[in-house]
């Protein structure tokens, strides 16, 4: 967390402590003499929302900066897609499962793409480049172990699902944050961010990058690489040539995004962009 200075007044911590070794009595024991800072009932409730989108803003925000990150590289994908050779634990349909079978290819990309972010990263420090992922199974797994088999740490940015997805084991546990808001998730997904590689995956991914590509388009956000992995499979599932003939879009805005098939090439566009 951030660094302490010295004062001379007494710590929140210490009449935390000091009011848990009170004698329980009626007066004690009641909600309202709880320390509001220390009240899970009052902190988690409707009227303190506001204060809880600002703490989970804080808190990655302090330890990042206690660490010096200055720039991510981030991996969007799916959860669901398998490693090569591994069965896919999440297909409903003999259908389904094939069809993950045939891009688990990119939970390999993934790995490797991770591997040249965080090659990169370690000429700068790691202060620069560091992976960034949402912590979870499948794409997300793949980029945080790609880090960590070359050495560097990685952040993770997971959040709290109704099926309790644990964050992946490749995870620097230092870089490892929980969130309740996805609003708070994204920006911290995209406040440091130099590149933003899409690879196949569903909603989620679908969501997070739809969410850059407006913010890039309307001038809300720096124009960075925003990478698709996967041709064939991103034709079928949008297609946005409808919304150029439909004049939704401009031509020119099809100009913000950047197919790339494999890892290398997809670095190769990062370190060409940013004259690495």
């Given at each position: ?5 010295r ?7 210490q ?57 991510t590289?981030?991996l969007?994908?799916g959860?669901r ?17 094939e069809?993950?079978?045939k ?6 990309e993934?790995?490797?793409?991770a ?64 969130f ?16 933003v ?38 034709q ?18 099809m100009?913000?995004i ?12 990062i370190?060409k962009?940013?004259?690495?």
């Amino acid at each position: 967390m951030s660094k302490q200075f010295r004062t001379p007044l007494r710590s929140s911590r210490q009449d935390i402590d000091a009011t848990r070794r009170l004698v329980q009595t009626e007066q004690t024991m009641a909600k309202a003499y709880r320390l509001a800072f220390s009240d899970e009932d009052f902190m988690t409730s409707e009227a303190l929302r506001g204060v809880r989108f600002q703490l989970e803003y804080l808190k990655p925000e302090m330890i990042l900066r206690d660490n010096n990150i200055e720039s991510t590289i981030v991996l969007f994908g799916g959860a669901r897609i398998p490693a090569p050779g591994k069965e896919p634990k999440s297909a409903k349909t003999k259908l389904a499962k094939e069809n993950l079978k045939k891009i688990s290819h990119y939970y390999e990309e993934a790995r490797l793409f991770a591997q040249y972010a965080s090659n990169a990263a370690k000429k700068h420090d790691y202060k620069e480049y560091l992976v960034v992922t949402g912590g979870g199974p499948g794409i997300m797994e793949a980029g945080n172990l790609g880090a960590k088999q070359v050495g560097a740490p990685s952040i993770a940015f997971n959040i709290v699902l109704p099926h309790e997805q644990a964050p992946n084991k490749y995870i620097s546990p230092q870089f490892c944050f929980n969130f309740h808001y996805f609003a708070t998730r994204k920006i911290h997904f995209l406040l440091r961010a130099k590149a933003v590689a899409i690879f196949p995956g569903g909603f989620g991914t679908l969501d997070e990058f739809f969410e850059t590509l407006t913010l890039i388009q309307t001038k809300r956000m720096e124009p960075i690489p925003l990478l698709m992995f996967g041709k064939e499979f991103w034709q079928k599932a949008i297609n946005l040539e409808a919304l150029v003939e439909a004049g939704t879009i401009s031509p020119e805005d099809m100009d913000l995004i950047t197919i790339v098939e494999n890892a290398k090439e997809g670095w190769d566009k990062i370190a060409k962009f940013y004259r690495l």
